[in-house]
C-alpha cells in the first residue's frame, strides 16, 4: 500500500492508471472479476450493465479456474470463455485462433443457476475438446458435471452446488441412464487424485491419436474400458494384487506400478519394480506411472516408499527403460478417511526397436 501512495504522489493519476493497465495485463482473469464486481453496484440500474456485470464476473472465475486446472495437466483446459446471453437455446462453439470458447446462454435470473449452467455449457467444448467425439455420451455428461462441481467446490458456492446436485443432474440423468454411474466412478477418482492427473491427461492423448479417424463404438469402448481400469486400480484393497498388468488397448497402452510394502522394498530394492518396466515395456505398453503414497498431513510424510519411487524413476531413465516426464505431489483421503501426501510419477516407456 506503501508503493501505491508513493508512486500516486510521484506520478499523480496518471501513474495509478498505469498501475491499473499492468494489473489488467498481467492478471486478466482477476481484473475481469474485479469489473463483474464493480458493474454489479450498478446492476439495478439496467438489464445491461446486469448482463454485463455478470459476464465479466462469471468469465474470470472461470478462466482462472482453467489456468489452474491447465498448469496441472497441460492441453487439458486450454481455452478461455466468453459469456453471452441470448434469449432462446444454449450452446457453445470454440473460436481455436482466439484460444477462446464462446458460451451462448439464457439468463436463469439468479446468480448460482447462470454459474452453473455456463460451465455446463462451456466444458464440452472447453475440457479436453480433441477427445469428445471418442467418448459415449454418458463419459462426456460425467466429465462435464465431474469439472463443474470441482469448479463450484473451489468457489466455495455450495448453493450452487446444491443447484447442480437437486435441479440440473436429474435432468440430465432422465436422457442419459448411465451417467451416475460414471459420476460415481469419477469422484472416487477425484477423492484419489487421478481425475485431472491420469483420466484427462490421457483422454486428452487419446484424442490427438485419434482425431483423423471417424469416431466409432470400439473408441468409445475403448475409453470407457480404461477409466473402468483406473477406477478397479484405485478401490482395490490394501496388498491385492491386481488381475491386470495395465490396460493395453488400441490408442492407450498405460499402467500403474506401485511402491509397494516395506517388506517388498526391503527385500529385493528397486529391482522388483524395474523388472515390471520391463516387463510392461516387452509389452508393448507406452507410459507406467510410478504410484507411492507417505505418511499423513501434517506428521512423518516423507517416507520410505516415496523415496523408493524416486529412486526406481533414477534407475529406469539411467537404464534406457523409460524417461521420467514430471512427479506430481498431492494430498488424496485414503479409504480409512486418512489424508496422506501420495507422489505419481508419469514414466514415458522407451520401447524397443
Not at 301 to 310: F, N, W
Request: charged fraction near 25%; proline fraction near 4%.
Amino acid at each position: 500500500m506503501t508503493e501505491v501512495l508513493q508512486i500516486f504522489e510521484n506520478w499523480g493519476p496518471w501513474g495509478l492508471l498505469a498501475l491499473v493497465v499492468i494489473f489488467i495485463l498481467v492478471y486478466p482473469e482477476r481484473a475481469e472479476r474485479v469489473g463483474g464486481w464493480f458493474l454489479g453496484l450498478f446492476s439495478w440500474s439496467s438489464k445491461g450493465i446486469r448482463h454485463r456485470s455478470i459476464k465479466l464476473k462469471i468469465q474470470g472465475q472461470v478462466n482462472t479456474f482453467a489456468r489452474s486446472i491447465d498448469r496441472e495437466v497441460t492441453g487439458s483446459m486450454p481455452y478461455n470463455m466468453n459469456l453471452n446471453f441470448v434469449k432462446n437455446i444454449d450452446r457453445s462453439e470454440l473460436d481455436p485462433n482466439k484460444k477462446t470458447v464462446i458460451v451462448r446462454m439464457k439468463d436463469r435470473g439468479a446468480d448460482d443457476r447462470n454459474i452453473v449452467h455456463s460451465m455446463m455449457v462451456y466444458c464440452p467444448s472447453g475440457v479436453i475438446p480433441q477427445a469428445r467425439p471418442y467418448l459415449s455420451d454418458a463419459m462426456n455428461e460425467s466429465i462435464n458435471v465431474t469439472v463443474t462441481r470441482k469448479f463450484l467446490n473451489y468457489l466455495k458456492n455450495y448453493s450452487a452446488l446444491q443447484y447442480l446436485y437437486d435441479d440440473v443432474l436429474p435432468t440430465c440423468a432422465k436422457d442419459i441412464p448411465e451417467l451416475d454411474d460414471f459420476c460415481k466412478i469419477f469422484d472416487t477418482l477425484d477423492d484419489n487424485g487421478l481425475f485431472t492427473r491420469v483420466i484427462l491427461e490421457e483422454l486428452r492423448d487419446y484424442g490427438a491419436r485419434v482425431e483423423t479417424r471417424y469416431p466409432e463404438e470400439s473408441h468409445r469402448a475403448e475409453s470407457t474400458n480404461f477409466v473402468n481400469y483406473v477406477y478397479n486400480v484405485a478401490t482395490r484393497q490394501t496388498g491385492e494384487e491386481s488381475q491386470e498388468i495395465g490396460y493395453l488397448g488400441q490408442h492407450i497402452a498405460t499402467a500403474f506400478v506401485f511402491i509397494g510394502t516395506a517388506e517388498h522394498m526391503l527385500k529385493k530394492g528397486p529391482s522388483l519394480y524395474l523388472n515390471h518396466i520391463r516387463k510392461l515395456r516387452d509389452a508393448g505398453f507406452g507410459r507406467a506411472y510410478l504410484a507411492a503414497r507417505g505418511g499423513p498431513k501434517g506428521r512423518q510424510e516423507h517416507t520410505l516408499s516415496i523415496d523408493m519411487a524416486e529412486r526406481v524413476s533414477y534407475l529406469a531413465e539411467k537404464a534406457n527403460l523409460a524417461k521420467r516426464n514430471r512427479a506430481m505431489h498431492y494430498y488424496a483421503t485414503t479409504r480409512d478417511g486418512t489424508t496422506r501426501i501420495h507422489i505419481l510419477i508419469e514414466m514415458g516407456i522407451i520401447l524397443t526397436p
